[in-house]
């Protein structure tokens, strides 16, 4: 190799170094500048967050102050009215006819659990009640026993105008573990129907004024169902009072027939002074037609009367029910699900501003979100003692959950930015 193409190849080394050396410096210059530009953008995020965020001037901090205890006061006051841990229990006699009236909250219980009758299921059982609705649409029940050991339990429902004879399984209500048969719009609010439902062999029949109007297989009335602590006018896992008048109720322990069935409503046109003993005699049979007092005599072979409470009360109220049992499948629960979000805006938004102010915006959100389900917490277990609420861990979800809501809408930018046009706030 000659000389100069030796020294060709080491200038080409050196200028390939040369560019080397000066990339590499834009490189470093670059991550340098980087570093700086995020160790800017961290201490400024860092400034932000450690900022307080204040009303403009004392007049709005004192406005800001009175709106919090308004709002807050208007939430417990929305979640635990009525406030009454002992209610009045709403059920009065008419003096001019046989017959019970059941209010708003009013309910009529036995004096000793009852014992069930002693039949089989080829023998049967039935039930008779005579009973006029309040309300032209309605949800409440009616008839239900009360039996913590039974493994399934009873009730007889207003659903709407329609009449629903529900077995649930289990001790406690869920809706995914019962059974109902339907009548569709038997129950007129003002109009006097007797209902009887019978069953035998496996087999279920609803009767309205003496004519059969619903047949079901697989779901039956037992003669254990009759055992219990019976209780008329609500259920006894929650406030699912029913608003009516009742005129007369029997149990027997046998399956009455068609023809039986047609002969006690004729009797009752006749008579119109309730239900009239028949032959042969009913297992219980309750007329109403004291007309006073607070006991409901036992006409039939139990003797066990019922009792009118002073107070109205749950026998097992739910505590925290969890929020799968409490779902329904129908637009009301949708729109209780909305109420439980947008009703707890105001309140996340007023604790988020209280907070941007005094401890500055730093978990702002996480505070204001940990006190609205702190607030949520008390009034779902105060409502479990309070006859006519409901203890459930949906509304503790949704209340938290519009919280946190109210709470971001007051640290958002833009609504930080149209705030302080306004001249409402500052930061500090």
């Not at 037609?289 to 097992?316: A, R, W």
Request: charged share 20%.
């Amino acid at each position: 190799m000659s000389r100069f193409r030796v020294i060709r190849a080491t200038d080409q080394r050196c200028k390939l170094s040369r560019e080397w050396q000066r990339r590499s410096l834009q490189a470093f210059a670059k991550i340098a500048g980087e570093r700086e530009l995020k160790g800017t953008e961290y201490e400024q995020t860092r400034a932000n967050l450690t900022q307080t965020i204040e009303p403009a001037s004392r007049g709005l901090k004192i406005l800001l102050v009175a709106f919090f205890v308004l709002v807050l006061v208007t939430t417990l006051n929305a979640g635990l009215w009525p406030f009454s841990f002992h209610a009045e229990n709403n059920v009065t006699w008419n003096p001019e006819q046989a017959e019970l009236f059941f209010g708003d909250h009013g309910m009529v219980i036995s004096g000793e659990p009852f014992s069930g009758t002693a039949t089989d299921a080829a023998s049967g059982c039935s039930m008779e009640i005579l009973l006029k609705p309040a309300r032209a649409s309605d949800a409440g029940t009616i008839l239900s026993f009360y039996n913590p050991q039974a493994s399934s339990w009873i009730q007889l429902r207003q659903s709407i105008d329609d009449l629903a004879f529900t077995r649930s399984s289990g001790p406690t209500y869920d809706h995914k573990n019962q059974r109902s048969v339907f009548v569709d719009h038997v129950l007129q609010k003002g109009q006097w129907i007797l209902v009887t439902v019978t069953s035998s062999g496996g087999a279920l029949s609803v009767y309205v004024n003496g004519t059969i109007r619903e047949a079901a297989k697989n779901i039956d009335l037992r003669g254990g169902d009759f055992a219990g602590t019976l209780i008329l006018g609500n259920s006894p896992y929650g406030n699912s009072s029913w608003s009516g008048t009742v005129r007369g109720l029997a149990l027997y322990d046998h399956a009455l027939l068609s023809g039986e069935i047609a002969r006690d409503y004729r009797a009752w046109q006749k008579n119109k002074d309730g239900i009239v003993p028949s032959d042969p005699t009913p297992f219980s049979l309750y007329r109403f037609d004291e007309g006073s007092g607070m006991i409901v005599h036992d006409h039939g072979k139990s003797g066990s009367n019922l009792e009118i409470p002073t107070n109205y009360f749950i026998m097992q109220p739910g505590f925290l029910v969890p929020f799968w049992r409490e779902y329904h499948a129908n637009w009301e629960y949708v729109q209780d699900l909305a109420i439980n979000v947008f009703g707890l805006i105001p309140l996340g938004f007023c604790f988020s501003a209280l907070f941007a102010w005094r401890i500055g915006v730093k978990r702002c959100l996480l505070f204001a979100t940990i006190l609205g389900f702190c607030v949520s917490l008390t009034i779902e277990i105060l409502q479990a003692y309070m006859p006519m609420r409901v203890s459930g861990t949906t509304d503790l979800i949704t209340n938290t959950s519009g919280t946190a809501l109210g709470a971001w809408l007051y640290l958002n930018a833009h609504a930080q930015g149209w705030f302080e046009r306004l001249g409402l706030v500052r930061t500090a």
